[in-house]
């Protein structure tokens, strides 16, 4: 089910940006229109461009499964939002920000995500760029679940990324609107992760380093993971 969840927002936050970019190209053509001849990348540099860079799932504590256990872990799904612009034609720079909140049988937990990155082109040509881009996520949680009458446990949990992405930046000038694009990337990240547990005065956390790639094992990482779209204005 969880999956599937993060499966479903992914797909919406990518149509959405779809259906924004029909409505504005309806009303008036940007300066990104004015790409010079086969190449749509030219007519975006010194633009701004709003998008969805995927999820981020941030590790959150959990109620641990016996005593003098670690804490558990939950996850918290924080769809990041952002922009890019590009400060010339091989070097530009991504801001963006998630957050994700839910509440489950009284245990509420929420997760903050700040996301920045360095595109650098590799090469263009006609509608494709082809990009390289080191970046970084840092991510933050927290939250609380009952233990009884007037009695809670506190939740948190940390996640630092940092590696690069590889891959392809496709703009729809072959449709007559290279102002979308849509980006596919593959990359490596070292994950530094840590969630805890406090209950009566008592913390239990644990921590965890891994390094990997975006695409995870699971059937739906090439679409949250490695499929973003942006639009630019």
Do not use: C
């Amino acid at each position: 089910m969880a999956r599937s969840l993060v499966f479903l927002s992914s797909v919406l936050a990518a149509s959405s940006v779809v259906l924004v970019a029909t409505a504005a190209s309806a009303q008036t053509a940007p300066a990104a229109a004015t790409a010079a001849e086969g190449n749509d990348h030219d007519g975006v540099v010194g633009h701004f461009a709003v998008g969805y860079f995927g999820i981020s799932q941030l590790p959150v504590g959990a109620a641990p499964t016996g005593a003098n256990q670690p804490a558990g872990q939950g996850i918290v799904n924080a769809p990041v939002i952002g922009a890019r612009y590009w400060i010339t034609p091989k070097l530009g720079i991504d801001g963006g920000i998630g957050f994700g909140y839910q509440d489950t049988s009284g245990a509420s937990t929420w997760g903050l995500a700040i996301h920045g990155g360095v595109p650098i082109a590799l090469g263009t040509s006609h509608h494709f760029t082809f990009e390289l881009t080191p970046e970084a996520t840092l991510g933050f949680s927290g939250g609380s679940t009952p233990l009884g009458v007037n009695q809670s446990a506190s939740l948190s949990g940390f996640r630092l990324d940092l590696g690069a992405k590889i891959g392809a930046e496709l703009q729809f000038g072959f449709i007559g609107i290279p102002q979308l694009s849509l980006q596919a990337n593959v990359g490596v990240y070292l994950q530094q992760e840590a969630w805890g547990y406090t209950a009566a005065g008592t913390t239990t956390s644990t921590t965890a380093t891994t390094l990997s790639t975006s695409v995870g094992s699971n059937p739906w990482a090439i679409f949250t993971d490695t499929v973003s779209a942006l639009y630019y204005f």
